[in-house]
């Protein structure tokens, strides 16, 4: 309106008082639109004090409806419980619990209007069915949201209500959609609340066309319940034939998800056998304490994420990469001190070593305790290791698992470099082969026995910083593996890191395909009864070493 006034004085005073007049009403026509608009929203909001539940339906449906920016916050707190009118003048309130008393903020206005007692206030109630209806509602209010991630979020509470109001804004989005997953979300609760509401079997078997094409649990649910209802023969013989369909893609997609999850259980197994391979397989030593290495590895861990929360919190997606390293060696000075204290007076003596290193697994336990306490600590995920992709059908790999199996492979080809073409490790194959012939060639014997357990224990403490971006970091952590990476080791070849590698995906991919028939823990006795009766046949392993030590 104002620019127009402003282009006045380059036209004629007759077509400057026309354009005044048509702006007076431009203006006019805009004002009342908009406040029918708001008195639809404020009457509707109103109503919900007296009404019961088909008549909140049409409220919120109302609501929804009027485009008004104050919708959003209005049902959000309907949804959340939060929503009260007065006794005194039924007036629409938010109320929020504060000590003794109800904190009140008006809807309308979003300001807060004082507080009250909850005898003077009466909660206006939420059922199962408005929930449904509510969430689907919001969904749709942010379906034009520049967030790709939120119009996602909301086409997917949109499909679970198939609310008919959504419609208009649906279809707006699906024209504007530029990213493709969220737009294939889009169209899919399109299609959802066609075959739910519509009347006409034409629209319903067009929809159910539409649906075929996504092979995901949700439009399998529905068409399932289709299938089985008491729609036309057409529409329900179409959705059983679309289910069958989905449901043998979804069956090929879940068996890619469980070699996934066998693969990423497999690399975990792996980071926590491959420092066992080196005690175990190449020094002989049955260490029931490596757990216990994890564990300090998980607790190093969440150690430097304390000191970057509380001193370097804009730097926290890099505590990972510092706990790496640190956890290597604070891991391998504990082990290069037990290989010190201990294991050195017990070598050629696997019963006695046993006993000890367990001991030493409880006492490490309770130094846990000691310091950090019983319960669970808090280790986060950086933000490049958080979140997912979504492949199709259902199959969804986590960010954190595919950079673990990625870590996991780092570790155990530095491992292998290490031993090939190091010095070191050529000093370690010698003492391990014939101790005599090695000393006798001027190699210390006994700083290469600390400093091949400390290799190990840091592996194990390394492997403790990738469990604990997946497990609970608590005093018990490391019982959870010691079983499994000694199956992993005598499965794969006792002391051949190749072998420990297959082992670890094997035993791992195993697992996940029986969890689903027999459960997780039936699932690991029967992976264990099949290695005993294995190692009956092969008793030095899948990949037993090749050639002769010189010493026995």
Known sequence: MAALIKLQSIFTPGLKSALLVLAILLGGITAATTGAQAGEFEDALASLAKAKTKGKIAAINVIAASGDERAADALTAFLGGNLYFRKADKKILVAEKSGAVYVLTDPLTSKEIGQS?????????VNNRLRKLLRGVLGGLTLLAKDPDKRRAAADAVFKSRALSAIPVLEQAIEREQVAGVKERLVMARAAIALDKSKIEAERLAAIATLAAFAVPEVRSLLGSIANSKASEAVRAAAANALVDIESRLAFWNGVGNVFQGISLGSVLLLAAVGLAITFGVMGVINMAHGELVMIGAYTTFMVQEVFRNYFPEAFDWSILVAIPAAFLVAGA?????ERGV?????????????????????????????????????????????????????VLTYNRMWIIAFSLMVLISLVIVLKKTAFGLQMRAVTQNRAMASSMGIRTGLIDALTFGLGSGIAGMAGVAISQIDNVSPNLGQNYIIDSFMVVVFGGVGNLWGTLVGAFSLGIVNKFMEPFTGTVLAKIFVLVAIILFIQKRPRGLFALKGRAVEN
Request: aromatic residues 8%; without cysteine; glycine residues 12%.
């Open 343 to 395: 294991i050195r007076y017990l070598y050629g003596r696997p019963l006695e070593t046993l006993l000890a290193t367990w001991g030493l697994s409880l006492i490490l336990q309770q130094l846990m305790r000691t310091i950090f306490g019983p319960t669970n600590q808090e280790v986060g995920n950086p933000s490049w290791m958080s979140g997912a992709v979504e492949v199709t059908g259902g199959l």
């Open 334 to 338: 504990f082990g290069i001190a037990i």
């Open 117 to 125: 007692k909850k005898s003077k206030i009466k909660k206006i109630r």
